[in-house]
């Protein structure tokens, strides 16, 4: 059974840092596309950041490149999201999301999403 647990979300200030984790399990972790996207009250899900399975290269939203930063550990199965200079519009649900092929048929795996909040 495919697992994708989110931890690390949370209160904090304006400028603050966080860094989110997604433990995986229940498929090959080191041959999925990882990624993050978060959705806002009212707004729809967008993506955050990805990384490839191949190489690790990483692609992000224009307006989150250079705050951001995605990582992943394939031996532990696990994507990383750090968060730098965090601001009040980055407040949302961060959902960790897994892309590959099953028996050649594409699959997209979701987490259940964890808070975070950038408030004074």
């Known amino acids: 059974q495919v697992h994708l647990v989110e931890s690390g979300g949370g209160l904090v200030q304006p400028g603050g840092s966080l860094r989110l984790s997604c433990a995986a399990s229940?498929?090959?972790?080191?041959?999925?596309?990882m990624g993050w996207y978060r959705q806002a009250p009212g707004k729809e899900r967008e993506l955050v950041a990805i990384?490839?399975?191949?190489?690790?290269?990483?692609d992000y939203a224009d307006s989150l490149r250079g705050r951001f930063t995605i990582s992943r550990d394939n031996a532990k199965s696990t994507v990383y999201l750090q968060m730098n200079s965090l601001k009040p519009e980055d407040t949302a649900v961060y959902y960790c999301?897994?892309?590959?092929?099953?028996?050649?048929?594409?699959?997209?795996?979701w987490g259940q999403g964890t808070q975070v909040t950038v408030s004074s």
């Open positions: 990384i490839t399975n191949t190489d690790g290269t990483t």
């Open positions: 229940g498929f090959p972790f080191s041959r999925y596309v």
């Open positions: 999301n897994a892309k590959g092929r099953k028996f050649s048929v594409p699959v997209d795996y």
